[in-house]
């Protein structure tokens, strides 16, 4: 007969007199510390990112889905709906960007309270308060919170599963905790389903063949949540790609070609500020940048080891399963890196660091105690400064290409290319979003149309193909207006509509 592992999930002892340990437990479901981590979280992002700053260029396609101000960009098969869902009741109706980033900032902080909240019970509420400002802080959530990108709220879905997949196993009367596996489970699936699939794998392998771990609802609920978020997404599949079998290779083509390949080295140098490193060539950010990417699993891992001791692995040993199938792929399967795919690593990651930096200033005896904190708040400073270093530079640069993009717009506004107009060839997919225009390509991962096609509607509308300063027009616009505006040359067609100043 198999043994089965009953770990008690709370750090309180069993043996504790019966009023010590209610007074714990309701220290443990305070909601007070969460909700202050999550409204500083929320005034951070809104006074460290101005939400004046323009949409990138991922985001510009999630949004173009549902907003009136441009028409919907090509939607490649990597990508899911969940984040234009996400953003439809603000930018199907406003343009603004400054309402769209405090409606996002709002909503990110809402859902970091949620996910420590999913929690309660399982560590006491300063270690998760702790482990919610360690993730708030680092530079990579603030600059990504308030933006239309999926990775944060993968990040959010997995905390919430994880905590609730352990509470709904040690009491199987939580409901609640039932609910939550499932909901997370389907909004990690509705915004990157293989994402979703990646981060549960642990989960799922425990609820269905583990001994004392298997629940059939827990799995059910699973596997229920998994399928809700990703099923437009396979529909699309075999209404648009061919299949999912052909969705998932086309997604692999444009990711590089996912297979064996080390991407650590990638992934430091995205560190200091780097959005996108595709392809990820140059030197290393500086040591005191990287730091805080090799000490933050050391800390998890100390927090597994004093877990091990107490008698209380599981609430420490899932969190780190999980955050290792979430990291595999864009460790070891992807050849470039952004520092965004790798938010429910971090997310994972915090909750048994912030155990052990707890244990650290709180255990040991007096004669070392003064030490220890001076020690740990000394290197939670330096660890903040470098992240708003890094975070105000990468928020001016981005504001700069931002900008450049809007200049580009305004210029070929004066060109006469307004809507309805299409626009081809280099950054034609943000620089169409801020025009008002659609995004055309005739090859490549965005591609979506012909030069026949192109051709046809110079005829009719504003057309423009963008180049490089010095870049060769596309054969077809040889014979079209060159004009600089901004950092690109704009061929203009001479067809209805276009006019130079």
Not at 236 to 250: H, K, N
Not at 387 to 398: G, H, K, P, Y
Request: with cysteine; aromatic share 8%; glycine share 8%.
């Amino acid at each position: 007969m198999a043994k089965t592992l009953n770990f008690p999930l709370v750090g309180v002892r069993r043996h504790e007199p019966p009023n010590r340990s209610a007074r714990l437990s309701g220290r443990a479901r305070d909601p007070r510390l969460a909700a202050f981590v999550a409204v500083a979280f929320t005034l951070a992002q809104l006074a460290l990112v101005p939400p004046a700053m323009g949409l990138g260029w991922d985001e510009t396609v999630y949004v173009s889905q549902v907003s009136s101000h441009a028409p919907a960009a090509f939607f490649s098969a990597p990508r899911a709906r969940g984040v234009s869902l996400l953003v439809a009741p603000v930018a199907s109706w406003s343009s603004s960007t400054t309402v769209l980033r405090v409606y996002l900032a709002l909503l990110s902080g809402l859902g970091l309270f949620t996910a420590l909240r999913a929690w309660r019970g399982l560590f006491p509420e300063r270690v998760l308060a702790l482990a919610g400002a360690l993730f708030a802080t680092l530079w990579v959530t603030l600059f990504y919170a308030p933006q239309a990108m999926p990775n944060y709220w993968v990040a959010i879905g997995a905390l919430v599963c994880v905590g609730c997949f352990l509470r709904a196993r040690a009491d199987r009367s939580d409901r609640t905790a039932l609910l939550g596996v499932g909901l997370s489970a389907a909004l990690m699936a509705w915004m990157r389903p293989t994402d979703a699939v990646w981060v549960t794998l642990p989960l799922l392998v425990l609820a269905a063949a583990v001994p004392g771990w298997r629940r059939a609802r827990i799995l059910l609920a699973l596997v229920a949540g998994l399928l809700a978020g990703a099923v437009e997404w396979i529909a699309e599949a075999y209404v648009g790609f061919g299949g999912l079998g052909q969705r998932l290779a086309d997604a692999s083509r444009i990711q590089g070609g996912l297979g064996w390949n080390i991407a650590v080295g990638d992934q430091l140098r995205s560190l200091g500020g780097r959005v996108l490193c595709r392809p990820c060539t140059g030197g290393m950010p500086s040591p005191a940048v990287t730091a805080w990417w090799f000490v933050l699993p050391l800390a998890a891992a100390l927090g597994l080891v004093i877990a091990v001791r107490s008698r209380r692995p599981a609430a420490t040993l899932l969190p780190l399963a999980c955050a290792a199938t979430a990291g595999a792929p864009y460790l070891l399967m992807i050849g470039y890196a952004a520092p965004r795919f790798l938010l429910p690593l971090y997310a994972l990651l915090v909750i048994p660091a912030a155990d052990a930096l707890v244990h650290l200033v709180t255990v040991p005896g007096r004669r070392w105690r003064p030490v220890i904190v001076t020690l740990v708040a000394v290197a939670l400073t330096a660890h903040l400064a470098v992240q708003f270093a890094v975070l105000q530079d990468t928020v001016r640069r981005t504001t700069e290409g931002h900008r450049g993009w809007a200049a580009t717009a305004a210029a070929l506004h004066r060109l006469g290319v307004r809507p309805p107009c299409r626009l081809t060839g280099r950054q034609s997919i943000p620089v169409a979003f801020y025009t008002g225009c659609s995004a055309l390509a005739v090859s490549g991962h965005n591609a979506n149309t012909t030069r026949r096609a192109i051709t046809r509607a110079a005829r009719r509308m504003p057309v423009a193909a963008l180049t490089r300063p010095g870049g060769e027009p596309p054969g077809y616009a040889r014979d079209w207006v060159p004009h600089r505006v901004g950092g690109l040359y704009a061929y203009v067609a001479p067809g209805a509509g276009s006019r130079t100043p």
